[in-house]
């Protein structure tokens, strides 16, 4: 790897931590510590049409792949660029239809693979240490079966997947040993590229920033340009001084934190935060009440707390699974699909995954509006509800569109003069 590209930075052995990123000058709040272009990435398929799938730019007038038309460009340009790695996905969309469906990891590992033909790179060298060390002792000490069930079925699916709709178009795919290795590290070193508002527009790998070891009081932030990742300054950082990112939300308490580090990156933090955990009582707030729950009390909560967290995020897996599974056979319309769909829109919805609900809510309101009569409180609230999804999100002409249905059924159902009907007016109207 060339970290004599980033100026101002080295590569140094932290201590306990394995290859680090340290400062080699001062450096100011909010300054640019460096920007690393993705070495390979992966447009989110939610994202298609918003997005040029090559440079990631977001913009109106993009234009399709004329083969498959699920890829969309900004110009000529772009489309050639990406064309070495749509080529994997472009003649496999059209001979698949609705059942191309490779998970976004799997998608991106294809890339990763393709591109190694070209442009090789150990990305073993390039890792969050303490992850690899385990990972590393996983399989060279065959420790596979130390990885927890449910990872290697996961684990195993993907590599399926993999084969099943790549392996026309990357001649020589890697054996299983090597694929499981090559899955769990770009779980670990892969990025998640994001939007200002923290929606999620694709997967990458970029070797640089991962070079970076975790804390939970980091100095420095990372944001997307298109496909490259822009590391800044949060905090002044002096020369000598380790450069630190953070790996996951910082929202929650030292316990939780540890428990999703250790399981996703295979390593505990020792950071400041994680041992003064000055941020925890406050975090974990908790009611003046006459007589004060005990700590058993608490801690049972906060376990009920994280099941309910799990089960719902369970529930949306199980609504997609059954989905895909009766996609076999039924089309997006069918009323079962419709109902699957409604499901997990409302479980988007209590997640406050306002993006998830509003694509749900999308593919069931054109249907619904056929299925039910002319006149349907159903196909009202559903308009509602994506009109107001629409507008939540600053989507405005949506918004405005989608409410004014809703209204014109509410202004029959409900009568022109309900206050429900002078409400949605009002909504309209403020859009002016
Ligand atoms: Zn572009
Ligand atoms: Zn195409
Ligand atoms: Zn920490």
Known sequence: MKNEGIEG??????PGKGNGLRAVRHFALGELVFACPAYSYVLTV????????????????????????????CNIDCQRGDWPMHKLECVAMCAYGENWCPSETVRLVARVIMKQVKTPFNIQKHRFPFCTWLVLCWFFFSDL??????????????????????????RDLPDSQALTELFAQVNCNGFTIEDEELSHLGSAVFPDVALMNHSCSPNVIVTYKGTVAEVRAVKEINPGEEIFNSYIDLLYPTEDRRERLLDSYFFTCQCTECTTKSKDKAKMEIKKLSSPPETEEIQSMVHYAKNVIEEFRRLLEMCELSMEKMGAIFTDTNVYMLH????AMGVCLY??????????????VQPYSVHYPAYSLNVASMYLKLGRLYLGLEKKAQGVKALKKALAV?????GKDHHYVAEVKREIEEQK
Not at 61 to 66: A, I, N, Q, S, T
Not at 340 to 343: D, G, I, P, S, T
Not at 410 to 414: I, R, Y
């Open 9 to 14: 930075t080295e590569r140094f052995q932290s």
């Open 46 to 73: 939610n994202e298609r049409g918003a997005h040029c799938e090559h440079c990631f730019t977001r913009k109106e007038d993009l234009f399709k792949c004329g083969k498959c038309k699920q890829a969309y460009y």
């Open 145 to 170: 079966d130390k990885m927890d069930s449910e990872k290697e079925e996961m684990n195993q699916a993907d590599i399926a997947a993999l084969h099943h709709f790549y392996s026309r178009h990357i």
């Open 340 to 343: 699957m769909m409604y499901q």
């Open 351 to 364: 997640m406050q995954d306002w993006d998830g609900a509003m694509s749900y809510g999308e593919k069931i």
């Open 410 to 414: 509410m202004e029959v159902a409900h």
